[in-house]
């Protein structure tokens, strides 16, 4: 239990943080492992994974991980995934600020305000879910 509360006020930390500088937050927790999910505008940006243990099938770009020292960023199943420790915050903020605009400076403001406005975006798909 005290694992679980230390991961979500790291969790409630960054959202606040993210929050500040203009971001869209939603947190999901998965009920199995624990781990803490922060989807960035709507899913147009990425995704925030907070937990104690490794999970190379997570599809989140951004990968909080308790006591991580292994490599920084790796290439796995056709994704550029982030690794950071506990204790490195604000470089994950940073890194999630220039994805953002990286996304905007490919698209333009115009189609990723579009994007993250919508309810849902999937990496393949948008849709809306119902009920």
Do not use: P, W
Not at 62 to 71: A, D, E, L, P, S
Not at 98 to 119: A, C, L, P, Q, V
């Amino acid at each position: 239990m005290l694992r679980k509360r230390k991961e979500r006020n790291l969790a409630n930390k960054i959202k606040s943080m993210l929050l500040k500088r203009g971001f869209i937050i939603n947190m999901d927790i998965s009920k199995k492992t624990g781990s803490i999910y922060l989807k960035i505008d709507n899913g147009a940006c990425g995704t925030i994974r907070i937990s104690n243990h490794r999970n190379d099938k997570a599809r989140s770009k951004f990968n909080m991980i308790k006591n991580y020292t292994g490599k920084r960023s790796e290439f796995l199943n056709g994704q550029m995934k982030m690794f950071y420790n506990y204790g490195m915050i604000g470089r994950l903020i940073a890194d999630v600020e220039i994805e953002r605009s990286n996304k905007i400076i490919k698209y333009g403001y115009s189609n990723y305000k579009k994007t993250r406005d919508r309810e849902f975006f999937n990496d393949y798909y948008i849709y809306k879910q119902v009920a």
